[in-house]
């Protein structure tokens, strides 16, 4: 029968507290190491979590480990002894090890690197030279490579005696004696064929690779076009130095969508999670921006001042409807950036088809716009009127509506051309979503609505 892992947190609690550690660690076998690193972070605290992590089968440990969050890994660090250590860092493939190096302060990556392997040391600092943004920083350097001239019975022989260590066994890169890649082949292929096939006969020519400074998002994205298990990573003279693996793209997406969220927001892109954060990180990560659009919306009062002795001698039922038009202004100003920002984040969208975007808002703004202001007009004159007993006259009502249709139409526009442009100059298109698109479309629809007032009731 099927149990939800949770589920059976509480039979795992009792094992580990009742020291029934033969059927713990036989419960353990059965359970995913993502799964035991959840129950280790919310059941138990830092005196069980190393006991219990001791417990583990030493075939689970170093998949748990890389599980686990980076304050826990970083604890259990350093209550490890080095035999621990040195048994965590070299069951754990280089990737894994490249990324928890990356979290953890120099002291503990000292001691990381310490206890590792002269030669895991060596690939891991190459790695660690890598751009944190690149293929290279993403890639594994475990991998099963082929020669051509290999026949299909010697290659599965070499996956037999290499494979255990590597990363994946299904895809295999075919390399020449300097290491350039010429072919892929995977094992389906290789159990297809007949035991005598040469390698040079079978194998894919038509390899896609990136190289090792590639955007790493770019990396990703190429897993979701070819729907990949792996992909190889080359350098400037087409040697592989490397594979990127789907786990490791499915994070990068993942960190991608969470930080354009994050600003979008208007807030300082942050990696851990929110119940990890101290309340002065939190603090610290919101008020930069904050500040800046405090500062910034100082423009709109700066606007209304300006025009409102002239407005108030002409209704001061115009200053109620303000709110009204930077709100709507602002929420289709959003919705335009926020649909630019994720088909330019899928490729769905280049720079070059800005015009593109602009006509096809162009229209849809004034659909929009159209139906808002319409309904805008009937509202003010029937609702606000009759139910609320304002005094909303027809032409102050055509005034408002006006000024909405305008608003949209021009919120529409920057919402959509703000990111490409952005994105044209090597900015993050997120960065200039909702705060600056807001901040502009409010200053643009009060200029707006002052002068279209002015020019109408006086």
Known sequence: MFTEPKESFDELYDCFKSRKFADLRIRLLDMEPVDIADFMEERLDETDQLLFFRLLPKELASDVFVEIDSDTQEELIKKFTDKELKAVIDDMFLDDTVDIIDEMPANVVKRILKNSDPENRKQINELLEYPDDSAGSLMTTEYVS?????????AFDKIRK????????????????????????????????????????????????????????????????YDFLALPVVDKEGCIVGIVTVDDAVDVLKEEATEDIQKMAAIVPNEKPYLKQSVWRIWSIRIPWLLVLMISATFTGIIINSYEGRLNLISPLLFACIPMLMDTGGNAG??????????????????????????KEIRVSVLLAATLAAVCFAKLLLLDNLVFGYDYK??????????????????????????????????????????FITTIVDALSLIVYCNVAIALLT
């Open 146 to 154: 082929l020669s051509e001239n290999m026949t299909v019975e010697q």
């Open 162 to 225: 290499t494979g255990l260590n590597k990363e994946t066994v299904y895809t295999c890169y075919v390399t020449d004696g300097k290491k350039h890649l010429i072919g892929v082949i995977t094992v389906k292929t290789l159990l297809l064929s007949d035991v005598k096939d040469v390698i040079s006969d079978i194998m894919d020519t038509n390899v896609i690779a990136v190289e090792t400074l590639e955007d790493k998002e770019q990396v990703a994205m190429k897993f979701s076009d």
């Open 334 to 359: 959003s919705q335009a950036s926020v649909t630019v920002i994720r088909s330019l984040a899928l490729d769905e969208l280049q720079t070059k088809d800005v015009f593109k975007v602009l006509w």
């Open 394 to 435: 027809p032409m102050i009502c055509l005034v408002v509506s006006l000024s909405l249709f305008a608003t949209v139409v021009i919120a529409k526009l920057v919402g959509c051309f703000l990111p490409i442009i952005a994105k044209k100059i090597k900015l993050d298109p997120a960065v200039v979503a909702s705060p």
